[in-house]
């Protein structure tokens, strides 16, 4: 059974999709950007975009009682991959207390909505 997903914890989509999808045991994060759901405008700077990304991503896991602990794999999108190590720390702190960090994949993209900086979309995996 397919159930989809939506926080009020978590930016409205950019269009007609979910924010995110759950199948079973799986769940499927949409692609999220730095906005900012209680204004609804996306954050300044590389380092808040990436930030706020990870708290939206946040949001919609524990609304749906996942945590980065379930996340299996990563896609992330950046716009300038010269942003790759400074990511990568942001990343690293952000999974500092997860046993087993997720598979990743990293790629650069000419574009992305609201001309963001990063879109991450996740997918978790919860026993039970």
Same mark, same amino acid.
């Given at each position: 059974?397919?159930?989809?997903? +939506?926080?009020?914890? &978590?930016?409205?989509?950019?269009?007609?999709?979910?924010? &995110?999808?759950?199948?079973?045991? +799986?769940? =499927?994060?949409?692609? *999220?950007?730095?906005?900012?759901?209680?204004?609804?405008?996306? /954050?300044?700077? +590389?380092?808040?975009?990436?930030?706020?990304? =990870?708290?939206?991503?946040?949001?919609? !896991?524990?609304?749906?009682?996942?945590?980065?602990?379930?996340?299996? /794999?990563?896609?992330?999108?950046?716009?300038? !991959?010269?942003? =790759?190590?400074? +990511?990568? /720390?942001?990343? *690293?702190?952000?999974?500092?207390?997860?046993?087993?960090?997720?598979? /990743?994949?990293?790629?650069?993209?000419?574009?992305?909505?609201?001309?963001?900086?990063?879109?991450?979309?996740?997918? &978790?995996?919860?026993?039970?």
């Amino acid at each position: 059974m397919k159930q989809g997903i +939506f926080t009020d914890q &978590a930016p409205k989509p950019v269009g007609p999709y979910s924010q &995110a999808v759950k199948v079973g045991n +799986f769940l =499927f994060v949409a692609g *999220q950007i730095g906005i900012d759901p209680k204004t609804g405008k996306l /954050r300044e700077g +590389f380092e808040e975009q990436v930030k706020q990304t =990870f708290e939206n991503i946040s949001a919609i !896991l524990s609304a749906c009682g996942y945590s980065w602990e379930d996340v299996v /794999r990563v896609v992330v999108y950046l716009k300038d !991959l010269s942003k =790759f190590s400074d +990511f990568n /720390r942001l990343y *690293q702190e952000l999974l500092k207390d997860v046993s087993v960090p997720p598979v /990743r994949s990293t790629v650069e993209v000419s574009s992305l909505p609201l001309n963001a900086m990063v879109e991450i979309e996740v997918t &978790a995996y919860k026993e039970g």
